[in-house]
């Protein structure tokens, strides 16, 4: 049971540095993992690797809370507009990470409340599958810290890129390359703007995805900031460590769990999401007759796992579903212009 901090400051990264430097990691360095979340309001989560940790923490952490809360306060009114915000979105959001929505979804929590409370809703395959990501998290938590640090002083521009370096390097951790390795982000964000058209929304995000990548991108070249380079490296070498563990460890029956979603139902969920979608990309997939092999292959069950475990660092830096789908476009379009030929599918 993680505990959650209730923080209504534009941004939850500094009061999420403070608990690190200060007590997280003088404490626990390497058993636990930071997390944001939306639920009852917007808040920072911390996972221990062992529950026990949760009790010798919380009243150091509400001690720290309060502290911070107290010399930087948020405006009663700025508190009360966020939690309305929130609570208008909580049975949407609920329903699309199929969370529990029983009970009271509208009671939002006050500034600053330190609470113990229930994980957030992730798919799993298996006890195995999720104490991996725990496992992986974990690890990788030191990381973002150094990044976050560094994050929070760059400007838009800046930022943005360092996003796009993460995802092009991703991309490179697929079997087969980058080549190949952009297909999943190109599935996504193509899947992403087929939603909006059979829903009904009026609005072409493509268009606005290009006009802001045109913006930021010049010449098609991805910059990273000086100040960046030396983590960015820990930051590669932590995930060709990962990529190379989950392919030498990869075993079918790890994915298999009678209490979880078996892989043949996944994938006919899947093929009854992508059934509908109105694009090249997806029409061509839903008529492959090899796809359910390929779905199910270990390098591709392994990138899967590759992609959502860098997925599950995106609300850490406050990135919301729309920019996760812009650094996936932008990084398609990058690979697009970069290789004219030898591409099997691009953007329609």
């Known amino acids: 049971m993680p505990i959650s901090i209730y923080n209504y400051q534009n941004s939850k990264i500094p009061l999420m540095l403070q608990l690190s430097e200060s007590y997280l990691e003088r404490n626990f360095a390497g058993e636990y993992y930071l997390d944001n979340d939306w639920e009852n309001g917007p808040n920072t989560i911390i996972i221990f690797k062992d529950s026990k940790f949760e009790s010798q923490a919380i009243e150091s952490i509400k001690g720290i809370v309060a502290a911070y809360k107290e010399k930087y306060p948020v405006p009663k009114e700025e508190i009360n507009k966020k939690a309305e915000q929130y609570a208008r979105n909580q049975i949407v959001l609920k329903q699309l990470e199929l969370r529990d929505i029983e009970g009271n979804t509208q009671f939002m929590r006050d500034d600053g409340t330190v609470e113990i409370r229930s994980r957030k809703n992730n798919a799993f395959n298996s006890n195995y599958h999720q104490d991996m990501f725990d ?4 690890r990788l938590n030191s990381v973002y810290l150094e990044m976050m640090r560094i994050y ?18 991703l991309t490179s951790l697929y079997e087969e390359g980058s080549k190949r390795g952009y297909l999943s982000f190109l599935s996504h964000v ?17 268009s606005e995805f ?11 070249k991805i910059i990273l900031h000086d100040e960046l380079a030396d983590i960015m490296d820990k930051w590669k070498k932590a995930w060709a460590a990962i990529a190379a563990e989950m392919n030498s460890q990869f075993k079918i029956e790890n994915y298999q769990d009678e209490d979880r979603l078996g892989l043949d139902e996944q994938f006919e969920i899947l093929l009854e999401n992508i059934s509908p979608l109105d694009n090249s990309f997806h029409s061509e997939l839903v008529r492959n007759q090899e796809l359910k092999s390929f779905i199910l292959s270990q390098k591709m069950l392994v990138f899967r796992d590759i992609i959502n475990l860098f997925y599950l660092s995106l609300p850490i830096f406050e990135q919301s579903m729309v920019k996760k789908q812009f650094y996936a476009y932008c990084t398609v379009k990058f690979i697009e212009e970069n290789n004219k030929e030898d591409l099997l599918f691009v953007i329609d």
Request: net charge positive; charged share 30%; aromatic share 16%.
């Open 135 to 138: 496992h992986y998290r974990s």
């Open 152 to 169: 929070i002083g760059l400007d838009t521009f800046h930022q943005t890129h360092m996003f796009l370096y993460m995802y092009h390097y």
């Open 190 to 206: 193509e899947g992403f703007f087929s939603r909006l058209r059979l829903e009904g929304h009026n609005i072409d995000m493509k």
């Open 210 to 220: 290009e006009r802001r990548r045109t913006s930021i991108l010049k010449e098609n």
